[in-house]
């Protein structure tokens, strides 16, 4: 699962199952909960006292079931779960990587041109330098020594 920054909001996306859906700070706090195995009845009662009533946090509970975002051992999405931990040695990194470019849509060469050419024609380009012409001049602490009486004056 990968939990991701939307306009609307937190928003989680399952690329093994294909499913997304928002996130809020309920759900967030149930999947920090719940980030490792334990009993969901014993997790749910401590959230509750955490976060308020006993049915929201059940209810969100039963959402993030739903949409595949919360697992239960046992389970087809469980056992899913545990064989991609026995299975999948590269690690996390290696994982989203591959699971976010998996579907991903490429455009052809003639989209490609188009969208350039667009973006060319319509959005100032970024400047290679930049300078300074604009700043306040700093004054350098200059000093002259005369060698005659071994002082400093400024310059």
Known sequence: MLITFEAEGLAAYDFLSRMGGP????????????????PLS?????????????????????????YGFLIVAGTALGDRNDKYDREWPWGVTAGLYHFSIKYTQYLDAGSSIAAMTERVLNVPPVSL??????????????FRRDEASAQLSWL
């Not at 014993?42 to 739903?66: C, H, N, W």
């Not at 330098?129 to 200059?142: E, G, L, S």
């Open 23 to 38: 996130l809020n700070a309920v759900s967030m706090a149930i999947l920090n909960a719940f980030s490792d195995w334990r």
């Open 42 to 66: 014993s997790g749910v009662g401590e959230l509750s006292r955490d976060l308020g009533s006993y049915p929201s946090v059940a209810g969100e509970v039963i959402r993030l079931l739903d």
């Open 129 to 142: 330098f930049t300078t300074n012409a604009d700043a306040a001049t700093a004054r350098r602490w200059m």
